[in-house]
């Protein structure tokens, strides 16, 4: 089925260790993003891409890396994991027309 | 910067009662906007849509009207159902057609 796929969907992390989180479309969409949601927070932006090799900061960037080499594939990296980032991560993408948005299932991510 | 204000909640409703979960937004120029649901341990789906002023977006008996002059857009649904309980975001892109804006969420509980 077409869509956005994210894995893992759960995943514990100790304080410091790095990690990334997959995120792959079959859709030929150019954009992409990662979100975090936090209770009472909504879903906040984190990175966004709009096509294989070109990345921008969201709204709250700090504490991650992202690249797109590809236009199947958007990683969203921790490099040294912290508990306020222990959240639930939503992968994104949208057609070209901009109003297609699709979600993939999410990554429950704990930091002890 | 765009932004979307929505009631908080929770908002308890019994079964077949009147829906409404208001929603206002702040945007430079004509954004398009969302409204999309959550299920217990799901990701997102875009729930409605409207893209232009007076557009009334529709889908499984819920309702939004876009309000240029009150920038609003206001989900409604005649008859709830305790299927319909979740959470709901409103959620704009700007006139470019970039990144989703959401809301904080309310959460829709409906007893039967």
């Known amino acids: 089925n077409a869509g956005v796929t994210q894995t893992p969907k759960f995943q514990v992390l100790k304080t410091g260790q790095s990690m990334t989180l997959q995120c792959a479309q079959d859709m030929n969409h150019e954009y992409m993003s990662w979100y975090r949601q936090d209770p009472g927070m909504g879903l906040r932006l984190i990175h966004y891409?709009?096509?294989?090799?070109?990345?921008d900061q969201g709204e709250v960037p700090n504490g991650y890396n992202v690249s797109r080499s590809t236009t199947e594939d958007f990683p969203l990296r921790l490099l040294s994991a912290a508990p306020s980032q222990t959240s639930v991560y939503f992968c994104?993408?949208?057609?070209?027309?901009?109003?297609?948005?699709?979600f993939g299932s999410g990554t429950r991510l704990t930091v002890v | 910067g765009n932004s979307v204000t929505q009631m908080e909640g929770p908002v308890t409703l019994s079964e077949e009662a009147f829906l409404t979960i208001n929603c206002t937004y702040t945007?430079?120029?004509?954004?398009?906007l969302f409204w999309y649901v959550q299920y217990p341990g799901e990701g997102l789906q875009l729930l409605l849509k409207?893209?232009?002023?007076?557009d009334k977006g529709s889908n499984k008996g819920f309702e939004a009207t876009y309000r240029k002059e009150t920038t609003s857009f206001h989900l409604e649904k005649g008859s709830v159902q305790v299927s319909d309980s979740a959470v709901y975001f409103c959620a704009l892109t700007g006139q470019a057609g970039t990144a989703l804006i959401f809301g904080k969420g309310t959460t829709l509980s409906v007893s039967s």
């Open positions: 409207a893209t232009k002023a007076d």
């Open positions: 994104a993408s949208r057609d070209d027309r901009g109003y297609g948005y699709t």
């Open positions: 891409s709009v096509g294989a090799g070109i990345t």
């Open positions: 945007a430079t120029g004509y954004p398009s």
